[in-house]
Every structure is written in C-alpha cells, then in structure tokens.
C-alpha cells in the first residue's frame, strides 16, 4: 500500500528535521510551506538522498481551509492513504498587554486555526479509513504561560485545548493525536528572542526523534502529549525546579 505523510511548516528548521526523519518510512510525502524557493531546495535535496522517494511540494496558506483541503486531497489522490500529518508551522510575536491586535489576530489564524485547518484536511479520510497519526508540534508555552508572550501562548493553548478535545472525541477509532510541546529550540524563530544561546537549546533533530518516536507506537497507544525541553533552559530560566 502506498502510504503518505504530510509535514506542514517544512521548509523551518523543525520541518526540515521531521521531512528527513519520514523519508527513511515513508515513500510518498507532501510538503508544506510558505517558501516556494526554499521547499524546492528541500525536495531536491530529499530526492537526491532518498531518490526511491517521491515527493510534493505546495506554498498553501494553512490559514485558509480550502487551500490546504485542495492540496490534500489532490496529495491523497497520489497515495492510497494519508497516513500521517505533521504540522511544524508555526510564528511568534513577543508581548502580552503591548501586542498589537494585528499581531495578535496573526499568531490565532497561524497557531491555533492553521492546527484546526491541518486536522480537518486529514481527519475525514482517516475516519473513514479509521486509521492515522496526527502530530501538531506546538510548544511549552501551551502548558504554561510565559511573561513577555501572551498572545503567542494563548494561541499555543487555544490548539492544545483543541486538540485534547478532539482526542477525547476520536478515542473510540485508531485514530492518535498528539501534540509535541518543546522548549526554545534553535531555528530561525527563535533567535535572539531568548537570553539562551542556541548552543543551549534543543535541536531540530531532538524534536524529530520526538516524532519518529511517536509514529513507530503501535496505535493502541495513546500518546495525549509530549513536553520536552534541555537542562540549560530549566536552570537558567526557571531556576531548576520548573518539573517539582
């Protein structure tokens, strides 16, 4: 069966991770970004270390629904089913009471409703096919606020309540969705935004194996969440006793 695997945010440096991770699984996979420079860099790269692969590309803007059912359902035409849906987009803006509404109409459409918009694109197929992986890679500030970024959290805590109902909502299918909550990890987003260097922080490739750890569990588990974050965050920023 020719199984497909989605990774949205492709062309960041979490996206590039993930889409590397797949190509050792999966042979028919569809990236998403907002570059299209940038992503036909990454499949030319991808097919020419995985060259049995087959790989497509759109610059679809997942904060419009229709844009992202018409890829994915021209992608599923491919495959005989889409078996799994990354989604490592994402933005950030700094500020809680001194964000801007337009910023702050952008994180929601961006972080909480292109989530919304990746899940659905993909979840009827699977329901039908009452099988699949849905992994959203949100962060820590979904779990917990942060001072200095209370739009940005708010939109991470928007998708993560979203999906924790949704979970609840597909428990009696082999449907699985989680959600991947990292801390600072050193890719463009996140620099100089944080008194961590990027030496300091997680790797794309940390998140990656956080993925790949996921979609190799049998489906009859279930994985709500995964928080991550390295050593140096805990004991700089939170003084060490942020997991107590």
């Given at each position: ?66 844009d992202v059912e ?18 490592a987009a994402g ?154």
């Amino acid at each position: 069966m020719k199984l497909g695997a989605i990774v949205a945010g492709a062309t960041g440096g979490i996206g590039k991770a993930v889409a590397t991770n797949l190509s050792k699984k999966y042979k028919y996979i569809l990236l998403l970004g907002r570059d299209e420079y940038k992503l036909t860099s990454l499949v030319e790269d991808l097919s020419e270390r995985f060259p049995d692969n087959k790989y497509f590309d759109a610059t679809a803007d997942i904060t419009y629904l229709k844009d992202v059912e018409y890829v994915v359902s021209d992608f599923a035409k491919i495959c005989d089913r889409v078996d799994l849906m990354v989604n490592a987009a994402g933005i950030l803006f700094t500020g809680t009471s001194d964000i801007t509404y337009d910023k702050l109409i952008k994180l929601i459409e961006v972080n909480f409703i292109g989530v919304y918009n990746l899940t659905q694109s993909v979840l009827p197929q699977m329901k039908k096919n009452n099988k699949g992986k849905i992994i959203h890679i949100l962060s820590m500030s979904a779990t917990r606020s942060m001072p200095g970024v209370g739009g940005y959290s708010a939109s991470k805590s928007a998708a993560a309540s979203y999906l924790d109902s949704l979970i609840k909502d597909t428990i009696d299918t082999n449907i699985n969705i989680t959600s991947v909550n990292p801390g600072y990890v050193a890719t463009e987003m996140t620099h100089n935004s944080t008194k961590l260097k990027q030496e300091e922080m997680l790797t794309p490739e940390n998140v990656a194996s956080v993925v790949d750890f996921i979609v190799n569990v049998p489906s009859h588990v279930v994985i709500k969440e995964i928080n991550l974050q390295c050593r140096t965050q805990i004991a700089k920023i939170f003084g060490g006793p942020y997991f107590q």
